[in-house]
């Protein structure tokens, strides 16, 4: 990763990331503008505002700025039909044509799969596929035809982890996976690198009611992982910024799990106890130690 924390790293580069107001999204945001990307924030005033956080679009922007960044917000609900479309069309007038791109946006339904309305099922493909397809669609001719792209999709061990609880919002991750290794097989020739992050469990505002009970949150973190704790945006960036950088012009097509091991087969079964030393005195340490 040799050069990712540069400041200039991202000199001249035009980053789109959706959802780029609130959780990882917006430390993907800061961290390409700190290193030179003049940065879309796409964000949803609505899902922005049932989260009380109406102004962190405004707020991260401003101090982007503030830090000598460049960055502007760009609204635009991707729940919408042809939201997809709308936001390329939006940004290419705001920063100019996308170079480097982080499809993050998604929303998850918490509710057993008979239980999911229509109405339910219908958002979450948009938003997490639809949406996703129609600025893939509206930015890659730009990247072919300049001979470079960079491409990052948020997924989820949701892929290849699929839990009860959220079976659309898992099914829409793993085609998310499915389509960023099918577009990397495609634009590899043309200087187009498409990389798909999982991460396990995050501490963001979208699992915030999980943390309402401290006792409860403590205890799922314990057991989520063979690290013992919840991982926060931060610990995903320095991977997210190699994946995106000029650089990076040979890991493509692939998935990194970003889940502290929980996707690891059995992790919790076989790994929880921690190394077991030898005993002291014995003659493996003996012969350890000269």
């Not at 005033?45 to 109406?54: C, I, R, S």
């Not at 939201?83 to 946006?105: C, F, H, M, Y």
């Not at 059995?266 to 130690?289: C, D, H, I, K, Y």
Request: glycine share 12%; net charge negative; aromatic share 4%.
């Amino acid at each position: 990763m040799t050069g990712s924390n540069d400041a200039r790293t991202f000199a001249g580069r035009r980053a789109l990331v959706t959802g780029g107001s609130r959780g990882i999204a917006a430390e993907l945001s800061r961290a390409l503008a700190c290193r030179g990307a003049l940065v879309g924030v796409n964000f949803s005033a609505a899902a922005d505002g049932h989260f009380g956080k109406e102004s962190a679009a405004e707020t991260l922007v401003s101090h982007i700025r503030a830090a000598g960044g460049e960055a502007v917000s760009i609204e635009q609900d991707l729940l919408l039909e042809g939201g997809g479309r709308s936001l390329a069309e939006k940004a290419r007038l705001a920063i100019g044509p996308i170079d480097t791109l982080v499809l993050s946006a998604s929303i998850q339904c918490h509710v057993p799969f008979l239980r999911q309305s229509a109405d339910q099922i219908a958002d979450q493909i948009q938003i997490n596929l639809v949406s996703n397809i129609e600025l893939l669609q509206a930015v890659l001719p730009d990247m072919v035809r300049r001979g470079y792209g960079r491409i990052l999709t948020i997924g989820s061990i949701q892929e290849v982890s699929p839990t009860a609880e959220m079976p659309i919002y898992s099914m829409t991750k793993a085609a998310m996976k499915n389509l960023a290794e099918n577009l990397a097989a495609q634009g590899g020739r043309q200087g187009i690198i498409v990389n798909n992050i999982a991460p396990g469990l995050i501490e963001t505002d979208r699992n915030a009611f999980r943390r309402r009970n401290p006792d409860a949150w403590k205890e799922l973190q314990e057991n989520a992982n063979p690290v013992g704790r919840a991982g926060v945006p931060a610990d995903l960036v320095a991977m997210a910024m190699h994946l995106l950088s000029p650089e990076n012009t040979f890991t493509t097509g692939a998935t990194i799990y970003a889940t502290g091991g929980s996707h690891i087969p059995n992790a919790g079964q076989s790994g929880a106890g921690g190394f077991v030393l030898p005993a002291s005195g014995s003659e493996e340490e003996r012969a350890a130690t000269g």
